[in-house]
DNA sequence: CACTAAACCTGGGAGC
DNA sequence: TGCTCCCAGGTTTAGT
């Protein structure tokens, strides 16, 4: 589900209900959405060994690391921000939540405490604040909620490609990237790759192309520097504008408050296989580029 | 190195 | 209505 526009804007909404409010308690309901330290990875069962050499606090001992609860209740949120597909929960005493909500999942906070029968299917973890409670919802149960110190963020995300709204990431950084990782690889493929730049998923390279006038299963070595730098004005352009429209919403996304993105009326090709070029008339195509379905305008994307 | 398939999961839509 | 099959916004690992 949710690429950078859509974490950006979980991101936004979130803060003015959390942001340094008291965690007075949680309630877990399927422990493996918690993940005690090192990248997260739903396959790695490393990642739940409380023998992981990136734990939490260093002075915790095994027993306070079989529950992840004790690491959270009663910490402040300090601070929240977003790293391309990831959402950074900063709490008092250096302890930081590394969410990443991989395809379905959700951060909804409410105001007001949630009776059972409310509580929506697939709800896995809910933290309580004094007042109100933020509930984390995933149906697919691909997303992972790591608890980690803050001063190892930085290296645990270090991988991570630049993040594509800096001003200070340029079109030359995105050459040079591309140009290391990827040779005779699609830019497709490239474009997916967060080492390359953090934050795109597949709905999002897919009109970046098209915005570019590119056609996504283009090797990467072919392409001509005036096309690199049409492709760095895409990604800007359009995940900024997302951003305004609170992302996009396909299905499962949703916003902090439970608010669908609006974006989808702006897509020109993700979705839209079998339609017409909003620019030239002609039938869109969607082929299998790099594992994903990719749709694009055979016309304008050369 | 580059690419593919599979794995992690559930639900929705298409087709019969 | 109900069944089966296929598909899905992400990422990592294993295999070719």
């Not at 290391?180 to 009109?207: C, F, M, P, W």
């Not at 800007?236 to 608010?259: M, P």
């Not at 020109?268 to 002609?282: D, E, F, H, L, S």
């Amino acid at each position: 589900m949710p690429e950078l526009p859509e974490v950006e804007t979980i991101c936004r909404s979130l803060k003015p209900h959390i942001l340094n409010k008291v965690i007075a308690d949680m309630a877990v309901f399927w422990p493996e959405a918690l993940v005690g330290g090192g990248m997260p990875d739903a396959t790695n069962p490393s990642d739940t060994n409380p023998g992981n050499t990136n734990l939490v606090d260093a002075d915790l001992d095994r027993d306070e690391l079989a529950f992840p609860a004790s690491h959270i209740v009663g910490r402040t949120v300090v601070n929240l921000s977003r790293r391309g597909k990831y959402l950074l929960v900063d709490l008092s005493k250096g302890v930081t939540l590394l969410i990443h909500l991989r395809m379905t999942g959700q951060l909804i906070y409410h105001d007001t405490p949630q009776i059972v029968a409310n509580i929506a299917k697939h709800t896995h973890v809910i933290f309580y604040f004094e007042e109100g409670e933020m509930h984390y919802v995933d149906p697919r149960k691909f997303g992972r909620i790591q608890i980690v110190r803050t001063l190892d963020v930085p290296s645990l995300l270090e991988k991570l490609g630049p993040e594509p709204l800096d001003e200070f990431f340029e079109f030359d950084a995105l050459g040079l990237r591309l140009a290391e990782r990827h040779k005779t690889a699609s830019i497709k493929s490239a474009l997916l790759d967060q080492e390359v730049v953090a934050g795109l998923g597949n709905i999002y390279t897919d009109e970046v192309l098209f915005a570019a006038g590119v056609r996504p299963n283009r090797p990467v070595q072919d392409l001509k520097a005036s096309e690199i730098i049409l492709i760095h004005q895409a990604i800007r352009e359009i995940l900024a504008e997302s951003i305004d429209f609170q992302g996009t919403t396909f299905r499962d996304y949703r916003d902090a408050n439970g608010k669908v993105g609006k974006y989808k009326k702006s897509l020109k090709v993700y979705g839209r296989n079998g339609k017409t070029c909003i620019v030239c008339k002609t039938k869109l195509i969607s082929e299998k580029i790099a594992g994903r379905v990719s749709c694009y305008c055979p016309n304008c994307q050369q």
